[in-house]
């Protein structure tokens, strides 16, 4: 009987999976400021997927179709790139990871442990009844809010944490968003995590005194759910548009700051499509109606993503500098050297700096330019760390889960108090 719940297991994760049937990931390392420059041009010309950004310092992780991966090497070699296969059978990683996820899920249900596990990754449904548990365990303190339907009619919760409902509008308001790429796995946990340490486990009272809160732990829930049961790297969202080929677009192209202008597609297919006009998402307006309800009253904003153990700033389309550079940068820095007192010797250490000159490209419509260019002061998008820098699993493994949320919440602590101490209200 046990024998046959796995070979049903496996036959089910086998199919889920086919559509990665030969394809490999490889790390590249560029040694120069021309390799690195060259990435792009090679993703571009080999259908790559950038799952890590590569840097000087730091290597990166791509995926390669089968059908370019002769071509792909060739290119490597020609220009004198170091490089190593990360999993030659990504298809086969995956089906491991699967089991893996499957397994933990089991022993947390036996083990009854907490409502949402730190040592897996966690499902949109159990995220969603977790919010409304928390919503309901601690109403006097926390309201949960449905922002609208995503495309394909689920809740985009949020939730308002504050002792005054809202109603003492004298108080910065701190914004964190998670999960608008789907496949960015360790994203969501880290605004849950948050949201425990603001009301379950609140060992910094202050941050709630002083601070209203709006956590959205998964944007995007239809692509997140899609990674879970269909496609494990889908990143956009599942709209369908019926002018276009195919459906989704790259959230984090669809802000209007500079609205497809630089790295972004036109093409439907693509990851990084920009959709068809600015907010044509659902999932990114209701991120922009909060953010302008409240952008009097909001002193920092962080979107989280990964992978890649970075904070960065604006300006994003093209490498310039903010007016609020030099706080932007304290800041930044601050959340970073918090992080590293809390980290692991193994993880890599965090790079601060301007979107552009620290993960190596430019690209227009991304919300921590577009929260920058309405007037938040302090907007950043984390990259959390995983993949590369010597971390084990095919993402992130399942056991640095729990240390990547604690860790980046003492990183917001610190950003929020620094924020709050900076912030003028208008
Ligand atoms: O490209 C992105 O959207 C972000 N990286 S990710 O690997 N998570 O996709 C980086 C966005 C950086 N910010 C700007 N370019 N403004
Ligand atoms: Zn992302």
């Given amino acids: 009987m046990k024998a046959l719940v796995v070979i049903f297991l496996f036959v089910v994760v086998y199919a889920k999976h086919e559509q990665y049937e030969g394809w490999k990931s490889y790390y590249i390392g560029p040694k120069t400021q021309e390799q ?136 910065p308001v701190i914004f964190i968003d998670a999960g608008i790429h789907a496949r960015e796995w360790i994203s969501p946990p880290t605004v849950t995590w948050a949201i425990h340490k603001l009301l379950e486990d609140v060992t910094e009272p202050d941050l709630l005194e002083r601070f209203d809160w709006i956590l959205i732990p998964v944007v995007n829930p239809d692509g997140y759910k899609f990674t879970f049961t269909d496609t494990r790297f889908w990143r956009k969202t599942r709209s369908i548009d019926q002018n276009v080929t195919c459906p989704g677009v790259d959230g984090n192209r669809n802000y209007d700051f500079y609205w497809n202008t630089v790295g972004t597609s036109n093409n439907s297919c693509a990851d990084t499509f920009a959709g068809s006009r600015p907010f044509s998402e659902i999932e990114t307006r209701v991120v922009d109606s909060l953010l302008n309800e409240y952008l009097d009253r909001i002193a920092l904003y962080l979107t989280m993503h990964s992978y890649g153990s970075m904070i960065l700033y604006s300006w994003g389309h093209n490498g310039t500098l903010s007016d609020n550079a030099i706080n932007l940068h304290i800041v930044g820095i601050a959340m970073a050297e918090e992080i590293l007192v809390h980290s692991l010797p193994h993880f890599p250490t965090y790079l601060v700096g301007n979107a552009v000159l620290v993960i190596g490209y430019a690209a227009s419509g991304a919300s921590e330019d577009y929260a920058h260019s309405i007037g938040i002061p302090l907007a950043y998008t984390y990259e959390l760390p995983g993949l590369s820098g010597g971390l084990n699993g095919f993402h992130l493994d399942p056991r640095y889960i729990e240390q990547v949320s604690r860790e980046t919440w003492e990183g917001i602590a610190v950003g929020a108090r620094i924020a709050g101490d900076l912030f003028v209200k208008k």
């Avoid at 949402?116 to 919503?135: F, S, T």
Wanted: glycine share 4%.
């Fill in 36 to 171: 690195l420059q060259a990435i792009g041009s090679l993703a571009e010309e080999f259908e790559l997927d950038v799952l890590a950004y590569a840097n000087l310092e730091r290597e990166g992780v791509v995926l390669v179709k089968p059908e370019y991966q002769d071509g792909f090497i060739k290119a490597l070699e020609e220009r004198d790139f170091a490089y190593k296969i990360h999993s030659a059978d990504v298809k086969q990683s995956l089906e491991y990871d699967d089991i893996a996820i499957e397994n933990r899920r089991k022993e947390n249900l036996a083990r009854n442990g907490r409502e949402l596990p730190y040592d897996n990754y966690q499902e949109l449904e159990v995220i969603e009844d977790y919010l409304r548990h928390v919503a309901s365990r601690y109403a006097d303190k926390a309201t949960l809010v449905s922002g609208a339907d995503s495309f394909e009619g689920r809740p985009i919760y949020y939730l308002k944490i504050s002792t005054t409902n809202f109603e003492d509008t004298s108080k």
